[in-house]
């Protein structure tokens, strides 16, 4: 799985979001400061929503929501993914614990 990939079904894993919202919330967990262009988003997007991970859905809008605007779910596949690769990178960071390029419990 690509990281920008991972990092949707994390946002989305919190609940359902737009596709600016999804920018912000990836940025507010970076530490590297790189933004995220809106088309290296879309375009994962819809390879997530090809894939069956993620979904369009409706939110009740309000009077100040764009119609515009398209939202987006984690699909119950979607979920199962994203916890598969969690516990893929966690293995990895254990690796690096036991080579010791990480201290233990960093």
Known sequence: ????????????ATGVR????????IESR???GESIETGTLYRALQRLV???LVSHTEPRRTES????RRYYDITVAG???ATA???RLAALVDGARDARLLPRGA
């Open 79 to 81: 979920r199962r993914a």
């Open 1 to 12: 799985m690509r990281t920008i990939e991972f990092e949707i079904l994390l946002s989305l």
């Open 65 to 68: 929501d764009d119609e515009r």
């Open 18 to 25: 737009h596709g600016y919202a999804i920018i912000q919330d």
């Open 30 to 32: 970076r530490n590297d």
């Open 50 to 52: 090809d894939g069956e």
């Open 85 to 87: 690769e969690a516990k």
